[in-house]
Structures are given as structure tokens and as C-alpha cells.
């Protein structure tokens, strides 16, 4: 894959800037890092954004994440590895990432409520919108995957 803008950062600062911003926020919100990387993993795999895959991979096994439950979440409904306050995350990824089939139904939101305050609700949503953001330009402008450098363990 040819890259279409070799550099964004270097071309739009300020715009990376802001998106880095909206990065430190959620870092600092409160939320499971590991939910967050589930999260970010799985509106990756619904929006086939490989760069963000690659990227979010890493990061995630890095953090001690183990393969076993990344490998299963594109099937988490179905696989046993993740905690209930997972499952309505990534319920809630699903369907924020999705919003243009059904604008969120009100059943998920049900289905969710019970296991976030509303500023985690509020802090998942700015999540989900953080990474829809991130795939589009990833997948727009063509960036490749595999460049970016796995962080280290622990």
C-alpha cells in the first residue's frame, strides 16, 4: 500500500495536535486501559483499519494483554475471556461505530447503562469517537501498517 500524504503531522500540526489532545484525555478519564484497547481494537476490526490493528495489537500486548483475548475479540459475544463491564463496552463500540444502523438503540444503551456512570458513558462515547476519527484518516490517507514500532513489555 502507498501511503497518499507521507506525513499528516507535518502537514495539518494543528489538527494532529488536537486529535493527540482528545489521546491524553482519554488516557487520563478514568476508564481500564485494557477495556480502552479492546475498545479501540474492535472499532478498528468493524472499520478494517490495518494501520490502527497493527498499532492497537501491540500496544495491548505490550500492556500484558493476553493474545488469547485479542485473538477472540472478534467474536466476543460468543468467547469467555472478558468481563461484563468488557462485553457493554465493546456492546456500546459496536454500536457508536455503527450509529449510521440504528442510531444506537435504545436496548444497547439498557444493556450498557448498568455498568458505567455517565461520565464513563460519556468518556466511552469520546473513545469510540477518538478511534472512528483515527481509522478514517488512517485508512484515507493510506498508511501503512507494520511501521509503527512495538512499544515494550511492561
Known sequence: MQARIANANEVAP????????LER??????LEKP??????????????????????????????????????????QESPY???????????TEAVTRVADGHVPDEVYEKVKPHFGDKELVD????????NAWNRLAISLRVPPGMYPAPKHG
Open 35 to 76: 477495556m480502552v484497547d479492546l475498545m479501540k481494537m474492535r472499532a478498528s476490526q468493524i472499520n478494517g483499519c490495518a494501520f490502527c490493528l497493527d498499532m492497537h495489537w501491540k500496544d495491548a500486548r505490550a500492556a500484558g494483554e493476553s493474545e488469547q483475548r485479542l485473538y477472540g475479540l472478534d467474536a466476543w
Open 82 to 92: 472478558y468481563t461484563e463491564r468488557e462485553r457493554a463496552a465493546l456492546l456500546w
Open 25 to 30: 484525555y482519554i488516557k487520563s478519564c478514568g
Open 14 to 21: 494543528n489538527g494532529y495536535a488536537a486529535m493527540i489532545g
Open 124 to 131: 466511552l462515547t469520546i473513545v469510540v469517537a477518538a478511534i
